[in-house]
């Protein structure tokens, strides 16, 4: 087939389908058994000129192995007036010329709209009337076909992408609302961003209203290995812009967009693309979507700090309280905190179970404020019922804390933190793995605490008797894999120091 | 690494063209087995296989894991060079 190229971009791709299509290929096949055309052509123009027209039959002529040949232009006059009222009457129109040759021309359209046509010509047999009532018919379920093929691809270009980009944005927002801790959290909203947009480089800033001012808390950069955290002033560079103004600022080598809840809470921004291409309207629609999920992430994570930190403060404070009534037996020392904490980290505990010791740490010993201080500082050996005063006090420190919804994973361990591994503790006489992990890992940290303190009855031990002790009782008073854990976490020099220095700053008696 | 053993035809190797033509995404297992049309469970695993070899990043969380494309143009373009040898 011969054909003369057109303009128009649908109309390209339209002839392009065309000239591929198994069906207008066999239609073609089905009825040059009945009119035996020598050739079939497309012409992809609504008004193609005589010169084209032609061009085009030199090339169809050619494809036969014969010379072109219309001296009195009647070939020529013939074909472009059929091809005027075919378009005329939006139909097939058949057409005589030459030495008795036959054809047809048959417009392409949809509407009233002429795309081209296709056409037969140099049929030696007249072309019958069933032929050409047929063919259209044939002809124009196959340009709706292809028509239909245009529209759907053009669908699957324009709508695919976008639902790649919307699930994109799915599964960012599901890994950023995973976590609550703010340093996990901002390094991997930089890191994500720098993935969806393939930039070289992202900061997340966040503003300091009171100085004014946007300060850098995470910038991934993928070339460099030094990194400088700048502060931005509001107003200067991409950010400091975007803060001002409360919209993204776009450039071609940069993209910054504010982090926007009820005020601008920060700004993320992404510099030079992998490929060197410049960012786009349509990085700049994604980012403010994942700025919005963004925003959300930090404020809850925020709100968790800040909750956290009213929960520890109240601790700390009820603490001081019980404080008053025998100093220095409630407020712990920072290296105990800490121990339980490397501890529990050894054993695996996840982010919750290691607040909950950390909270533990401080009132594990707060139900004895309701055993008498004459008890509790007694040098001797406690009678019957004194004894049992001592026992009831894990059961009192949890009736203390029960209605404080926060401390709900600290109160298993300050009700076992006094049983034995081998069952000889109180209150309940629990064994092994009875026992709460975090309760077994207290036991040992409220043993080493007691045994490193001076008391009103006894001196105290040195860092390494009380580690020596604590390893004797290893199977019997303790679990042995979190003593093992508590010698691995004592053989460490920063734990050693804290242990040290909180015992040359805790001048009082415990 | 060897990259002709890492996309063998098949699974791994409809994974790499989707992540190569879409190189702004990041999904999970379900969502790229719906895009490519298979198995989850399959493409859990090829997704794994792939991470190991660096041709994928796991953005991993305690909910779920998102995978994304790598960022290292040099073996973009080896991968390139070996998609246009063996197709889909």
Redesign the interface.
């Known amino acids: 087939m011969e054909e003369i190229r057109g303009q128009n971009t649908y109309q390209i791709e339209l002839f392009e389908r065309l000239r591929r299509s198994v069906s207008l290929k066999k239609a073609e096949e089905c009825f040059g058994c009945i009119i035996k055309p020598a050739f079939w052509w497309i012409i992809d123009k609504p008004n193609p000129k005589t010169k084209e027209i032609e061009d085009l039959l030199k090339q169809s002529y050619h494809s036969i192995k014969k010379i072109f040949t219309d001296k009195s232009g009647e070939c020529l006059n013939t074909l472009a007036e059929t091809l005027k009222k075919s378009a005329e009457h939006k139909k097939l129109l058949s057409f005589d010329c030459m030495e008795d040759f036959h054809g047809f021309v048959f417009p392409i359209a949809q509407g009233d709209k002429i795309y081209g046509y296709i056409g037969a010509c140099y049929s030696r047999k007249e072309i019958s009337s069933e032929a050409l009532q047929i063919f259209p018919a044939f002809a124009d379920t196959i340009v709706k076909e292809v028509q239909k093929e245009i529209e759907l691809s053009k669908l699957y270009e324009t709508l695919r992408?976008r639902a790649?980009?919307l699930?994109?944005v799915?599964?960012?927002h599901?890994?950023i609302s995973?976590?609550l801790d703010l340093g996990e959290l901002l390094p991997?909203i930089a890191?994500?961003s720098?993935?969806?947009?393939?930039a070289q480089r992202c900061s997340v800033k966040l503003v300091d209203s009171k100085r004014k001012l946007l300060l850098p808390k995470v910038t991934v950069d993928?070339r460099a290995k030094k990194i400088r955290l700048k502060k931005v002033k509001v107003g200067m560079w991409a950010p400091g812009k975007a803060f001002k103004y409360g919209r993204p600022v776009r450039a071609r080598d940069y993209l910054a967009t504010p982090l926007i809840d009820e005020d601008i809470i920060g700004v993320i921004t992404l510099y030079d693309k992998?490929d060197k291409k410049p960012f786009t309207a349509f990085d700049q629609e994604?980012m403010s979507t994942m700025a919005e999920q963004a925003v959300i992430a930090i404020k809850n994570a925020q709100l968790y700090k800040e909750q956290e930190r009213l929960t520890m403060g109240t601790i700390k404070a009820l603490a001081k309280v019980l404080d008053t009534r025998a100093p220095g037996t409630y407020v712990p020392r920072v290296s105990s905190v800490k121990i339980a904490q490397c501890i529990g980290q050894e054993q695996m505990m996840d982010a919750d179970s290691l607040k909950s010791l950390e909270y533990a740490s401080v009132l594990h010993d707060a139900g004895e404020v309701f055993v008498p201080k004459a008890v509790l500082a007694k040098p001797t050996k406690l009678t019957g019922k004194e004894y049992k005063m001592v026992k009831a006090h894990p059961a009192a420190g949890v009736e203390i804390i029960k209605h404080i919804k926060a401390l709900k994973g600290v109160t298993p361990i300050i009700m076992y933190h006094h049983e034995n591994y081998d069952g000889s503790g109180y209150p309940k006489g629990l064994k092994k793995d009875q026992i709460p992990l975090g309760a077994r890992i207290m036991a040992i940290v409220s043993a080493f605490e007691a045994m490193i303190s001076k008391k009103p009855y006894r001196a105290a031990k040195s860092i390494n008797e009380a580690v020596m002790e604590v390893s004797r009782n290893s199977g019997t008073q303790f679990d042995p894999k979190v003593v093992d854990s508590f010698l691995n976490v004592m053989r460490r020099k920063d734990i050693k120091d804290a242990v040290k220095r909180d015992q040359r700053e805790s001048n009082y008696i415990r | 690494m060897d990259l002709n053993k890492a996309l063998k035809p098949g699974i791994r190797t409809k994974i790499v063209n989707f992540f190569h033509e879409n190189q702004s995404s990041i999904d999970t297992p379900r969502g790229v087995a719906a895009w490519i049309d298979e198995d989850r469970g399959k493409v859990k695993k090829a997704l794994e296989e792939l991470t190991s070899c660096n041709i994928l990043i796991a953005h991993r969380s305690t909910s779920t894991t998102g995978y994304s494309y790598t960022r290292d143009p040099k073996l973009i373009s080896n991968i390139v060079k070996l998609l246009k040898k063996r197709p889909a």
């Open positions: 992408p790649i980009a699930s994109t799915h599964t960012v599901r890994l995973s976590t991997r890191r994500l720098l993935q969806i947009m393939r993928l992998i994604i």
